[in-house]
C-alpha cells in the first residue's frame, strides 16, 4: 500500500472550526488541530462536509454518527464503524495529505 504525499489546500481555505472537501478528502480545521478523513459518511453516503464539528468530534446530520477525529476516527454513539483518516502534514501554509497512491 504506496501513499502519495498530496498538496491539498492552504491552511487559510479551512477556517477555524470548520470542514472543507477536496475530491475525496474532507480537511478539518478543529482550531488547534488539522485533521483529514474521507468525505462520505461510511453509514450511506453522505458528505461529511455538511457535518457537525465540536472540537474534535464530527457528526454526520445525517444519522447522527460521531467520531473522534483526536483518537484516529474511532466512533462513538450510533457510529458503527471508524472513519478512514489521512495523516496530514502542514509546511508553512500548504496542508499536505498522505493518500493512497
Partial sequence: DRMARTAVC???D???NSIKQFDK???INAGERFFA???YCPHQG???CEGALDG????CLEH????NLGAGGE????AEKALQMHSIEIEGDVVYVDTPA
Fill in 46 to 48: 453522505v458528505a461529511l
Fill in 25 to 27: 478528502i474532507c480537511v
Fill in 37 to 39: 478523513c474521507q468525505a
Fill in 10 to 12: 492552504k491552511t487559510g
Fill in 56 to 59: 474534535e468530534t464530527l457528526t
Fill in 75 to 78: 466512533p462513538e454513539g450510533l
Fill in 14 to 16: 479551512v477556517p477555524p
Fill in 64 to 67: 447522527l454518527w460521531r467520531w
